[in-house]
């Protein structure tokens, strides 16, 4: 199979574990990762190019790299995310941007540049959600209104694009062993003030708690392969119960009865 897929955010979790299902699957898989040392860690055959999804001169450039391999791209499969730990008035606009740019804006360029090649590769988009993306979460709010656009973009351009022939899909993972929750927790200690404080102390036990069942991110890679190799490719896939409740809680259950559910699950006064 001498098709290609584009994978962002390849270096590590879910990246990683899609560039290796996708190689068994057959096809090439041209992986973005940001440095040298990202580029040596991923498996034997893959290629790489350079991509910094926070700078839009870095998402021209991939574009470019991208077509000089001169393959038909088959998917493009917008993984990459940040997070970023903190209450809403602890954070700075710019870490606020940076986030947007990964999550949002840099998937959004790196599609729009793509769309021809994958116009005539018969390609297909893979948009990597989170159950954030429905239900939103107290210390994490960059996120999960990057992924609540994320939805947004990816049924707008699932319409738009549907008499062209390219299915756009989301993959939903529920929690998942991936180190962004780490780098999150980590910003946290870098904040100027700590109104955060109070409320890290009571959410960070039931994240641990959830990490620890998290699921493989082979899990995931799994259903993104499914949704660019089916025949009839779903809009969304589940990947753990917790992302279907996720999807539950935010789009059926009424908005007081999703508060009251939060604090008391958070231990929130």
Do not use: W
């Amino acid at each position: 199979m001498n098709e290609a897929v584009v994978v962002t955010g390849a270096s590590g979790g879910i990246g990683k574990a899609c560039v290796t299902c996708l190689r068994d699957a057959g096809f090439t898989v041209l992986a973005a990762v940001r440095n040298d040392a990202q580029a040596a860690a991923l498996p034997s055959g893959t290629q790489s190019f350079r991509l910094d999804l926070s700078e839009p001169a870095s998402v021209d450039k991939a574009i470019e790299e991208i077509r000089f391999f001169d393959l038909p791209v088959r998917g493009l499969v917008n993984n990459a995310g940040a997070s970023l730990a903190g209450a809403i008035e602890d954070l700075s606009m710019k870490s606020l941007r940076e986030v947007f740019e990964i999550n949002l804006l840099g998937p959004v360029q790196l599609t729009r540049a793509l769309l021809p090649d994958l116009r005539s590769g018969n390609g297909r988009v893979v948009n990597i959600g989170s159950g954030e993306g429905f239900l939103a979460t107290p210390l994490n709010a960059p996120y999960c209104m990057a992924k609540h656009a994320l939805e947004a973009f990816s049924e707008s351009l699932r319409l738009e694009l549907a008499p062209s022939g390219i299915p756009v899909s989301v993959v939903s993972p529920g929690q998942t062993e991936t180190p962004i929750l780490e780098k999150a927790r980590a910003s946290f200690n870098e904040l100027p003030s700590q109104t955060s404080a109070p409320y890290l102390d009571l959410v960070s036990p039931r994240a641990r708690m959830a990490e620890r069942r998290g699921a493989p991110p082979n899990r995931v890679a799994k259903a993104v392969t499914q949704a660019l190799t089916s025949r009839k490719p779903r809009s969304r896939y589940f990947v753990g119960a917790d992302s279907r409740g996720a999807y539950l809680l935010g789009r059926v259950v009424p908005g007081t009865l999703r508060q009251r559910f939060m604090r008391s699950f958070l231990g929130f006064p």
